[in-house]
């Protein structure tokens, strides 16, 4: 259970915002990678 004296909408806000750090650095693993294989041609 989370402590009384924070609120649900910051965990919440809290949730996504992690959850859109993991897709914008999969999006960058996704490009870099795009971007050597692009290199090495």
Same mark, same amino acid.
């Given at each position: ?31 870099? /990678? /795009? ?7």
């Amino acid at each position: 259970m989370a402590p009384k004296h924070i609120p649900t909408a910051a965990i919440d806000a809290a949730i996504v915002f992690a959850n859109l750090l993991c897709f914008i650095q999969d999006i960058i693993v996704h490009l870099s /990678s /795009s971007y050597r294989t692009a290199l090495a041609r």
